[in-house]
């Protein structure tokens, strides 16, 4: 079994900044990429940021030069910091990690998790 545990969000205002952890515990023998998604009203949830076990990131425009993602891999945790906080940032953040498990004591398959959610809300 593996978890997903994220912590961090909360209210802000505009221009405002916040730091949201994911901490991957449970029967993990590697993990791949992690990520952060998120999903606001009405809306579709989407990419925010990714960052390979080498430590490579992706960001799409919308937060580019606002957000920045790390990882530690010895706590197998992933960071999301976020500065220049706009109304828009508003939704659930999800974090999402590709995770080999454990089995019988050798490396299984790969598989998806995700965290609960945590909400970011940005509002004056």
């Known amino acids: 079994q593996v978890q997903l545990v994220e912590s961090g969000g909360g209210l802000v205002q505009p221009g405002g900044s916040l730091r949201l952890s994911c901490a991957a515990s449970?029967?993990?023998?590697?993990?791949?990429?992690m990520g952060w998604y998120r999903q606001g009203p009405g809306k579709q949830r989407e990419l925010v940021a990714s960052?390979?076990?080498?430590?490579?990131?992706n960001y799409p425009d919308p937060v580019k030069g606002r957000f920045t993602i790390s990882r530690d891999n010895a706590k197998n945790t992933v960071y999301l910091q976020m500065n220049s906080l706009k109304p828009e940032d508003t939704a659930v953040y999800y974090c999402n990690a590709e995770i080999v498990t454990v089995v019988a004591g050798s490396p299984g398959y790969l598989y998806d998790y995700w965290g609960q959610g945590t909400q970011v809300t940005v509002s004056s």
């Open positions: 449970g029967s993990i023998y590697s993990i791949n990429v």
């Open positions: 960052i390979t076990s080498g430590g490579s990131t």
